[in-house]
């Protein structure tokens, strides 16, 4: 299996613009995460799906972030418009049927994005 | 409030001792703690999950604790090598009713040829 693939692997933006991170889960896995680290705040928990549906969207800092999963191998975040303090990376993660929500996490290699 | 308090401070061994980490936590009552390995540029990678009722759990020359009283979990890894140094973070499953898993900030490991 190829793992969680994240594109863009590096972008850079400049303030005002709208970004798009792509995330394509392992199949079969039921649950996909989205987290942002920062060295100020480590990894923190934007948004999580269970079977396409969002169940717990109160990571995601303000209405400038959007997430969605359109069908069961694909996911984006947006970020629109992007300021400067939204610079970190971005992590999609999987989770496998039967794991539940609190199962082993299976971690993309990350979207390091920084605005200008 | 909710924390997960790894140390922040590097820790810097000498190849072929014992590495012990530690993961604190406050306000929270986890069924189980997971362990992940983070090296620089890359994602987290899942190394062990310990339940509440096992008090030690064990995988090639990492071991883990998990002491409910003292709310903390140990990691340790045995004769350590180069190859270890990297970041590990402990997560716990987010309380006030979230049930996806909130991570602790990590401790950097070098371990010194």
């Known amino acids: 299996d190829a793992g969680v693939i994240q594109s863009p692997r590096h972008e850079v933006t400049e303030m005002g613009q709208e970004v798009t991170l792509r995330c394509k889960p392992i199949?079969?896995?039921?649950?996909l995460f989205w987290y942002r680290q920062t060295m100020m705040r480590g990894l923190e928990l934007l948004i999580y799906?269970?079977?396409?549906?969002?169940?717990?969207d109160s990571g995601m800092p303000e209405d400038r972030f959007s997430a969605k999963m359109p069908n069961a191998s694909f996911s984006t975040l947006k970020i629109q418009p992007s300021e400067p303090r939204d610079s970190a990376v971005y992590f999609c993660a999987s989770s496998p049927r039967g794991a539940g929500v609190t199962g082993e996490l299976f971690f993309g290699e990350g979207s390091r994005l920084t605005v200008l | 409030s909710q924390k997960i308090e790894q140390n922040s401070e590097a820790l810097n061994i000498q190849e072929g001792k014992t590495a012990t980490l530690t993961c604190n936590y406050t306000?929270?009552?986890?069924?189980?703690l997971q362990w992940y390995r983070q090296d620089p540029g890359r994602g987290p990678v899942f190394l062990l999950l310990i339940r509440e009722n096992e008090k030690e759990k064990r995988k090639e020359r990492l071991k883990v604790t998990f002491d409910t009283t003292l709310k903390q979990s140990l990691f340790h890894i045995t004769a350590s090598q180069p190859a270890d140094s990297a970041t590990y973070l402990c997560a716990l499953r987010g309380g006030t009713g979230r049930r996806a898993l909130t991570f602790g900030s990590g401790t950097r490991l070098q371990v010194q040829p």
């Open positions: 799906f269970n079977n396409n549906v969002p169940i717990d």
């Open positions: 199949s079969g896995h039921d649950y």
């Open positions: 306000n929270y009552s986890p069924a189980y």
